[in-house]
């Protein structure tokens, strides 16, 4: 069937149904929704069966919906309505939750419902809430209705005909975020910087400025006057509570009138010179199972298995992100193991280069350059581990140079929701973290070179028949750590393993004659340096529009990205 698919913006949840759909043979384009007559061209160009628009749902010209089935994709069980679900159930701890397709109707709550799947709320951030258990119930309710239309006999249920009691929910401001230090308690902190972690934050008042607060985590031992700030760890802040305190790992300013959209930055970046003199308190990389505190690292051991799991908002990687991962991962490889897990965590496993931090850096090209070389020291360390096998576990989504770092693995593990984007599109790149060495080596040399090209996501299936991963994972998001664990054992414990380990060296060797190592880091580097320090490159124009985005531009291949060096068209036929 032929699908155009409407989205604000391509984001994880769109790019989960834009994989799935595919997956399940239909053909897909993807146009931003950029105003009335580009969606009105879209539709002329590409003449689909069905149009499908996910939350959060771009406006559709009224000649579009009475002459096609468009179908919303809403982030909510039938009978809530209003423009905050997710923000809603979070804030009233719903323990489940759901997502409902309906028809696009003139408001956009009441059309008729297609499909609706439930899901469990896990307790977690609303951004890993939305790529996890919303987006395997959007993924089945998607792929529900689409057969249900495709079948013809389908009649869709009238929002009427609901016992479902409807409610109409308002928007979720800010002053219903608004934290009182002095009263909240840690739990009721948690529970408004979580409700907003990766948009829009928690606006706030600090250290004479107006801050947007983005993501929070508990603290165990450290208390003090509520509202103050305590300490710092990795780039958190430590921030008191009525009954404890708080870490919080960014900061956004407040967007000045007239002023650029801000960035989103570690809170210690961010804060720069207006920080007070606070004390650096570390959590050990082995974290004993009772502390109830904040690390974006972590390290355990279980029997012959050393789990190396991190977790880094939005799943960028800024220099310090990847200086500090490569110190633990030489700790790990230093250990009495014979497998090392790299991640395991839910959500995100690695997103690449921290565009943010570089965007706000005193000199963007500079910090390019130095966060290129700390990752791709990071995915050097991994391919030159020759002594134990390697297991790179996605729990969520790797895109770029982090995609690297999951293929320069032994294995590669992912879970069915995960969706991979193996190419650098967005920023029209050439690409590092010895990605023309890695990604040839899994996928070959002609799919390696049209997946940089097509610049499309990958779902979870297609990646394992594609050769870049091994395994795939049909669980739900909570259950995989636990899996990751199980499996790790089995391995460890396969009779094969200790001939797997002793292949490893004379592969490398071989490898290293062929071409060395050497010769693709400075291949790729000497061309991301060109493009770092050029001021003729687009780069740090495409960067800028990527971390402080505007109104996305329809090209004529369908894409929703800027303006990149040409790829392969997308059609509709």
């Not at 709320?121 to 057969?147: C, H, N, S, T, Y």
């Amino acid at each position: 069937m032929k699908i155009l698919l409407v989205a604000s913006a391509f984001n994880s949840l769109a790019q989960r149904l834009f994989t799935e759909l595919r997956e399940h043979g239909h053909t897909v384009e993807r146009p931003a929704a950029d105003g009335d007559e580009s969606v009105r061209s879209a539709v002329r160009r590409c003449a689909p069966q069905l149009v499908i628009v996910p939350d959060p749902a771009p406006p559709l010209p009224e000649d579009i919906r009475s002459s096609h089935t468009c179908l919303l994709v809403r982030t909510a069980p039938p009978g809530d309505h209003g423009p905050s679900p997710l923000d809603w159930a979070l804030r009233e701890g719903a323990d489940r939750w759901g997502v409902t397709v309906l028809r696009a109707a003139g408001e956009p709550d009441e059309g008729d419902i297609w499909a609706s799947v439930p899901c469990e709320v896990p307790p977690a951030g609303k951004g890993d809430f939305l790529r996890g258990e919303i987006a395997d119930a959007a993924a089945e309710a998607v792929l529900l209705a689409v057969a249900r239309f495709a079948s013809g006999t389908y009649r869709p249920v009238p929002q009427a005909s609901l016992e479902t009691r409807v409610v109409r929910r308002p928007p979720f401001t800010q002053e219903l975020r608004r934290i009182d230090w002095e009263r909240d308690s840690t739990a009721t902190v948690l529970a408004k910087l979580r409700g907003a972690d990766s948009r829009p934050g928690v606006l706030d008042e600090l250290l004479g400025g107006e801050w947007f607060l983005h993501g929070g985590h508990p603290e165990d031992r450290l208390a003090g006057r509520p509202g103050h700030l305590l300490a710092t760890r990795a780039g958190a802040i430590c921030r008191a509570t009525a009954d404890g305190a708080v870490w919080i790992p960014e900061l956004r300013p407040k967007r000045r009138p007239g002023a650029p959209a801000a960035v989103r930055r570690p809170a210690t970046l961010a804060l720069g010179g207006l920080l007070p003199d606070l004390p650096e308190v570390h959590a050990p990389l082995r974290l004993p199972a009772q502390r109830r505190t904040w690390t974006d690292i972590q390290y355990a051991e279980r029997g012959p298995v050393g789990h190396l799991r991190f977790s880094f908002p939005g799943g960028a990687m800024s220099t310090s992100h990847c200086r500090r991962l490569l110190a633990a991962f030489r700790f790990a490889r230093n250990r009495p193991t014979s497998v090392i897990v790299l991640g395991g965590a839910r959500d995100f496993f690695s997103t690449g280069l921290h565009l943010h931090v570089i965007e706000g850096a005193d000199d963007p090209a500079k910090e390019s350059w130095t966060n290129l070389t700390a990752l791709n020291d990071l995915v050097e360390a991994v391919l030159t581990t020759t002594d134990r096998l390697v297991v790179a576990a996605l729990g969520g989504n790797a895109a770029a140079g982090g995609a690297m770092l999951a293929l320069a693995a032994d294995e590669v593990w992912c879970r069915s929701g995960s969706v991979l984007n193996p190419h650098y599109g967005r920023t029209g790149l050439y690409g590092s973290a010895f990605w023309t060495y890695v990604l040839p080596r899994r996928a070959g040399a002609d799919r390696a070179a049209a997946l940089m090209a097509e610049g499309l996501p990958v779902g979870a299936a297609e990646a394992r028949r594609a050769g870049l991963a091994d395994r795939v994972l049909a669980c739900a998001p909570r259950e995989f750590g636990g899996e990751v664990v199980r499996m790790a054992a089995e391995l460890a414990g396969d009779p094969g393993l200790g001939a797997r380990i002793a292949d490893k060296k004379p592969a490398r060797e071989r490898d290293e004659e062929i071409r060395p190592l050497r010769a693709h880091r400075e291949e790729e580097q000497e061309r991301m340096r060109r493009a770092f320090f050029s001021d003729s490159d687009p780069y740090h124009e495409r960067r800028a529009a990527f971390v402080r985005p505007g109104p996305a531009a329809l090209t004529p291949a369908g894409r929703t990205e800027i303006p990149a060096p040409p790829v392969k068209d997308m059609t509709c036929a």
